[in-house]
């Protein structure tokens, strides 16, 4: 158990919705991560929270996207007008630390 | 030319062998290093961290670095079927960086 929980596991939607992903680390997780993998490719960093700061996003995260970590515990990320580029496995990761990122099991966006 | 490289596979090793996964990165002030297994449809899995130049044992894997040539290794002893994966690498490229940045990933066969 990395304790890091997501939900949903999976996620099919219509192109132009927006979907909400969440991701539930254990208290000890102060650092949280959002990658996106898509297939046959290694995960790509999105953003970074510690605590409830959101201390680094990448240029991936278009203004599609937001992230939220409000009170430094669970997070959301927001997807806004999907489209069909957007479908991959979006993981969190948690951990105490950088050096110890652990991901939950991931939440399998497809677009149709 | 990519940040961290590795060769995608598939890699085949029969059961019992020496497993030997490499990976390459290009920013020489990295500080820790890193290696996911990930089966298919799930989430990488955290198996081996190494920070410092030599090898790093953890059981059957052994993790190999070498800072002067920018290479990683990691090399998987008797290899058991059950060890069928792609193996990522993932390199916290910049000090102090709140991010890892990973290959692509090799694929691992073990053959009975």
């Known amino acids: 158990d990395t304790g890091v929980s997501q939900d949903p596991r999976h996620k099919i939607t219509k192109r132009g919705q927006n979907v909400t992903f969440r991701c539930d680390p254990i208290?000890?997780?102060?650092?949280l991560y959002w990658y996106r993998q898509t297939l046959g490719q290694g995960p790509e960093f999105l953003t970074y929270f510690q605590n409830e700061a959101q201390l680094e996003k990448s240029r991936l995260l278009s203004n599609r996207f937001s992230a939220e970590r409000p009170k430094g515990s669970f997070s959301t990320l927001e997807i806004q007008r999907t489209e069909q580029g957007d479908s991959a496995m979006y993981l969190c990761?948690?951990?105490?630390?950088?050096?110890?990122?652990?991901f939950g099991p991931g939440t399998r966006l497809t677009v149709l | 030319q990519k940040e961290v490289e590795q060769n995608s596979g598939p890699l085949s090793v029969p059961e019992g062998a020496i497993a030997s996964l490499n990976c390459t990165y290009s920013d020489r002030v990295s500080q820790s290093f890193f290696w996911y297994r990930q089966y298919s449809g799930k989430s990488p899995e955290l198996i081996m961290s190494?920070?410092?130049?030599g090898d790093k044992e953890d059981g059957r894997f052994t993790a190999q670095l070498n800072k002067a040539s920018q290479y990683v290794s990691l090399l998987i002893r008797d290899s058991q079927p059950s060890d069928s994966a792609t193996y990522l690498c993932a390199v916290n490229l910049i000090q102090g960086a709140q991010k890892l940045v990973f290959g692509q990933g090799t694929r691992l066969t073990i053959n009975p």
């Open positions: 190494i920070y410092s130049n």
């Open positions: 208290s000890e997780h102060n650092r």
């Open positions: 990761g948690g951990g105490p630390n950088t050096d110890t990122q652990y």
